[in-house]
């Protein structure tokens, strides 16, 4: 398998930061790159997905990827306390067939 | 418009008995994903599988655990001979041939040995 590592936290942030979670992955040849939140005791729910260099928006959530750093993020801006969730990294093998997990990174949003 | 379904949702198996998890696909998706989550830890992939074939089962262990998906009805995961150790959340995930778009999870099933 190939790995997808993430900082596994807590990341804790006040009420209205900017949340910063970040994703490395090992096989440059990957293709499709996604974002997961997962509350306690509930399923991951696909939230984001990336496919080329650069920025994507939607909302509050921001995903970014940089293929030649084999790195990808999710900014979350004005965090909420309903942001505190495990959110999770998935990225594509080479031959775009197979999705392989990061270990997730635990955010606590502060009141 | 029916999401992955998985049943049962809660299962409680004493030890040494068998354990059936169930997981029916998304509508137009031909692979499906099953992972293992203890309490307070991350997902953990067992096996990846399209219909009639297994594409990784890297994380399955080597013994007890099977899982199947044939060409008709849900996915399977068969644990044999459970013990205390395999009480934990398994969620099943499937996604298009190609994987792009994503992966989509079932509830889960919640299983417990006593």
């Known amino acids: 398998q190939k790995e997808v590592e993430q900082n596994s936290g807590p990341l804790s942030v006040p009420e209205g930061a900017i949340a910063s979670l970040n994703c490395t992955y090992s096989?440059?040849?990957?293709?499709?790159f996604f974002w997961y939140r997962q509350y306690s005791g509930k399923s991951p729910e696909l939230i984001m997905s990336?496919?080329?260099?650069g920025d994507k928006e939607d909302g509050r959530f921001t995903a970014q990827l940089n293929k030649a750093s084999q790195y990808v993020s999710l900014l979350i801006r004005d965090s909420q306390p309903s942001d505190s969730a495990t959110y999770l990294c998935a990225v594509t093998n080479n031959a775009g067939n197979m999705l392989t997990f990061g270990g997730g990174t635990r955010l606590m949003v502060k009141p | 418009n029916a999401g992955v379904m998985q049943n049962p949702r809660h299962l409680v198996r004493r030890r040494g008995q068998e354990a059936r998890l169930r997981c029916s696909p998304m509508?137009?998706?031909?692979?499906v994903y099953w992972y293992r989550q203890l309490p307070e830890e991350g997902l953990k992939f067992m096996v990846y599988l399209q219909k009639e074939n297994i594409i990784d089962e890297s994380g399955m262990p080597k013994e007890r655990f099977s899982a199947e998906f044939p060409k008709e009805g849900p996915s399977i995961l068969r644990i044999q001979q459970v013990v205390r150790g395999d009480s934990a959340a398994y969620f099943c995930?499937?996604?298009?041939?190609?994987?792009?778009?994503?992966?989509?999870f079932g509830q889960g099933t919640r299983l417990t040995v006593v």
């Open positions: 990336i496919y080329s260099n």
């Open positions: 096989d440059r040849g990957s293709q499709s």
């Open positions: 509508k137009g998706h031909s692979h």
């Open positions: 995930a499937s996604s298009p041939a190609g994987g792009r778009g994503g992966a989509f």
